[in-house]
């Protein structure tokens, strides 16, 4: 009995790996959807309007951005976005505005989700991050300089 299933099992794995490496098997609709225009965008304003459809965000007190003044490494620069005290976040979008492309990434928030987001961003060299959260409708953003000693982006 256990041989049958052993030799079954083996049998069904071994096809399903030949199948998607034949291309038989694609994961189409599991693959995320992503914003080619935003983050092919060479400026921070061509990487909003991608984005939100505008690029008239005004600076905001209530955006908590947290970055390091002195980056050791650009590489793992930590950045985190706190919009908690902002009602309605429907998304954030995290920019350097030097990178070769600036928009780093971009979340978008259910129905009473907080707009929190922490994580990790590439730096080639000293430049602005700037957050941008949406909220109600309007584009809000927060920056701040962070000076790379090593940069990220082979330099």
């Given at each position: 009995m256990k041989r049958r299933s052993f030799l079954k099992n083996t049998l069904a794995t071994?096809?399903?790996a030949v199948a998607v490496n034949a291309g038989?098997?694609?994961p189409t609709t599991v693959l995320a959807d992503w914003?080619?225009?935003a983050f092919n965008a060479k400026?921070?304003?061509e990487a909003l309007n991608g984005v939100f459809g505008a690029s008239n965000a005004a600076d905001s007190g209530d955006i908590k951005l947290k970055a390091p003044a002195i980056a050791e490494n650009g590489a793992v620069t930590p950045v985190t976005v706190d919009a908690s005290?902002?009602?309605g976040v429907e998304s954030i979008a995290i920019?350097?505005?030097k990178n070769p492309m600036p928009l780093v990434c971009e979340y978008t928030f259910?129905?009473?989700a907080v707009g929190y987001v922490s994580t990790r961003i590439k730096m080639g060299q000293t430049m602005n991050v700037i957050a941008v959260v949406k909220a109600g409708g309007k584009l809000l953003k927060a920056q701040q300089e962070v000076k790379?000693?090593?940069g990220g982006c082979g330099g």
């Amino acid at each position: 009995m256990k041989r049958r299933s052993f030799l079954k099992n083996t049998l069904a794995t071994g096809a399903a790996a030949v199948a998607v490496n034949a291309g038989l098997l694609t994961p189409t609709t599991v693959l995320a959807d992503w914003n080619k225009k935003a983050f092919n965008a060479k400026t921070t304003d061509e990487a909003l309007n991608g984005v939100f459809g505008a690029s008239n965000a005004a600076d905001s007190g209530d955006i908590k951005l947290k970055a390091p003044a002195i980056a050791e490494n650009g590489a793992v620069t930590p950045v985190t976005v706190d919009a908690s005290g902002i009602d309605g976040v429907e998304s954030i979008a995290i920019m350097a505005s030097k990178n070769p492309m600036p928009l780093v990434c971009e979340y978008t928030f259910g129905a009473g989700a907080v707009g929190y987001v922490s994580t990790r961003i590439k730096m080639g060299q000293t430049m602005n991050v700037i957050a941008v959260v949406k909220a109600g409708g309007k584009l809000l953003k927060a920056q701040q300089e962070v000076k790379v000693t090593i940069g990220g982006c082979g330099g």
